[in-house]
């Protein structure tokens, strides 16, 4: 088993900053702040710098500052400006992203992730336990409602608890999933995020409409129980990242970083 994270994992991001609900200019700029900060992609990249960074920023605002920050971060970056109007499809246009992964996982990372307590050599023994259990899908979000010990508050009331047979992980089966969904922000095996894809891209052909937002994925539940009920999940024992909707946690910011 290689030792180096780039070998393991691709960074993937399909996101819009910097505008506002009624698709004007946000002139508090209070994401893209937080990507120039120590929380944002410095720390980021002191993790993940060296694995290859595929990224669509979807938007005409901002194109060159977003694309300056992720050039400093990443060494091997990939960056498009995939925008499509209104009726942008986030799966489909994810998905042609995904054909330039070579890793067999791949990180969909939005873009309000923090990794200013996670050194890479953590995260690289995460995933040497992700690759060694052939693991499906990994959330890396809610651990304090999801993680911490043997049986979390959320998962004691079903008696479903975590295997425990692992230094940085506790695994499961999607059967017995304590999420609800599938969430978007989680560690991939390349094929278990290639399946969800298409099958977003078949749920709106058949629905007739189409989703242009990542949630979309999560709209769809658990379904991946559906199909694969023995396939190894997992759930990070720390928190390896976090967010600002974390309990103790706050965006990065020009004036206090």
Not at 26 to 44: A, E, P, Q
Not at 71 to 92: C, E, M, R, T
Not at 230 to 254: F, M, Q, Y
Request: hydrophobic fraction near 35%.
């Amino acid at each position: 088993m290689s030792s180096r994270l780039k070998d393991k994992i691709t960074i993937l991001q399909n996101f819009i900053l910097g505008i506002s609900a009624k698709g004007e200019p946000d002139t508090n700029n209070v994401k893209i702040n937080h990507l120039k900060s120590d929380r944002g992609l410095i720390c980021t990249s002191k993790v993940f710098g060296d694995c290859r960074a595929i990224v669509n920023f979807k938007s005409t605002h901002n194109v060159a500052t977003i694309r300056s920050l992720y050039s400093n971060a990443y060494k091997d970056l990939i960056f498009y400006n995939i925008v499509d109007g209104p009726d942008f499809h986030w799966a489909k246009v994810t998905l042609d992203l995904l054909k330039h992964v070579e890793t067999p996982y791949v990180f969909f990372l939005t873009e309000d992730r923090m990794f200013h307590q996670t050194t890479r050599d953590e995260f690289n023994e995460v995933m040497e336990e992700v690759v060694k259990n052939d693991i499906g899908f990994m959330s890396i979000t809610k651990l304090w409602k999801y993680s911490g010990s043997a049986n979390p508050p959320a998962i004691s009331s079903s008696r479903l608890p975590y295997l425990d047979n692992d230094n940085h992980i506790y695994t499961y089966h999607v059967k017995n999933s304590p999420y609800p969904c599938v969430s978007v922000d989680s560690i991939f095996r390349k094929d278990i995020l290639e399946k969800c894809l298409q099958y977003v891209i078949d749920s709106d052909l058949k629905a007739g409409y189409t989703w242009n937002i990542p949630h979309t994925l999560e709209m769809h539940g658990n379904w991946l129980s559906k199909i694969d009920p023995e396939l190894l999940c997992a759930v990070p024992k720390r928190e390896i990242t976090v967010s600002d909707d974390d309990p103790g946690h706050s965006l990065g910011t020009i004036d206090n970083d």
